[in-house]
């Protein structure tokens, strides 16, 4: 059966508002054959500058898909901050509420991508922690307008409570990177997504396969949240929700080029498509951003792996009652 609560909110979907509140951050990348060792050096093969930031990256997955997308953020006054505003506007992003912050520079992360399609990252997050409930004041008519409000964890965790408390529409808390003592935002939360560790730590219980996976989901949803999935990676996504059962979501196999930005695809992708296919049930919405993140990962980079031409629903996804 379709998931009842997506039917609340009717407006036209080229109307509707997918609004994030989030980071924005360079990405400077390195590709190497594997991944160092703690005190090695290795020679790489490439090295790439890159937009990224978990919340930029799912508005633009967001944007590409056709979403009409809005980004709350901060960036610096340096050289990036003006690249980053003009890069998002260039995709179709609404930029009005990305604020330049004085004495300031842009967040960045340092990455290395390993041949296997492995990473490793490091932020440092730069105006990203400046984002403050003031700026959720200023943004809020369009917070509370969202049909879809989006937040994650690289930014401070009081900005986002308070954007979820003001949002009159569904909301989607992507809690990553992951961290405990979350527990405030999550009866605010329409749909948790977490990847496994995140889950193990948010759950306090260990996550290394499905079924292990599927009681940290059902505690996970004791917390508060009315829909909890858990993303699989190359398995797939694992689900639960008021009306359903846990549900193993299943999703075909590739070749991984690069998996940075994964996640960020899917959760972008994800609410595209709620706002887009109201009446379709969650395991194909999931099954279809799914299909979204393996795609990504078939490219090297991040942003620019995200499809705009992603045709979904050409077939039925699979999946497995629980």
């Not at 109307?15 to 054959?33: E, K, L, W």
């Not at 009409?68 to 505003?85: E, P, T």
């Not at 003031?134 to 986002?160: M, R, Y």
């Not at 396969?209 to 993303?231: F, P, V």
């Amino acid at each position: 059966m379709p998931i009842t609560i997506f039917k609340m909110f009717q407006n036209e979907y080229n109307s509707s508002r997918i609004v994030v509140i989030g980071s924005c951050s360079i990405d400077f990348t390195t590709y190497a054959p594997r991944l160092p060792i703690p005190g090695e050096t290795l020679h790489g093969t490439k090295f790439t500058t890159s937009y990224g930031g978990k919340g930029a990256n799912q508005c633009v997955a967001a944007a590409k898909l056709g979403g009409n997308a809005f980004m709350i953020c901060r960036v610096g006054d340096d050289l990036w901050g003006q690249k980053y505003k003009h890069h998002l506007q260039s995709i179709g992003v609404d930029v009005s509420n990305v604020f330049i912050t004085e004495n300031m520079t842009t967040g960045i992360a340092q990455i290395t991508v390993a041949e296997n399609g492995d990473n490793q990252i490091v932020i440092v997050p730069g105006a990203n922690g400046q984002l403050k409930n003031v700026d959720v004041d200023k943004s809020k008519n369009l917070i509370a307008s969202a049909d879809i409000l989006i937040g994650q964890l690289e930014v401070p965790f009081e900005t986002v409570l308070e954007a979820f408390k003001i949002s009159k529409g569904l909301k989607l808390l992507n809690a990553a990177p992951g961290r405990d003592n979350i527990q405030s935002i999550l009866p605010y939360c329409t749909i948790l997504c977490v990847n496994e560790s995140e889950a193990s730590i948010i759950s306090e219980l260990p996550v290394h396969n499905i079924e292990t996976a599927t009681d940290a989901l059902k505690k996970l949803q004791s917390m508060g949240s009315e829909i909890i999935i858990i993303t699989l990676g190359e398995k797939g996504a694992l689900y639960v929700s008021k009306t359903e059962p846990p549900t193993h979501v299943l999703c075909d196999a590739i070749v991984p080029v690069d998996t940075t930005g994964a996640g960020d695809a899917f959760v972008g992708a994800l609410a595209t498509y709620i706002i887009r296919y109201k009446d379709k049930p969650l395991h194909q919405l999931i099954g279809a951003a799914c299909e979204v993140a393996s795609e990504s990962v078939t490219k090297e980079g991040t942003q620019t792996s995200y499809p705009s031409n992603h045709i979904p629903f050409t077939k039925e996804y699979k999946y497995i009652r629980i």
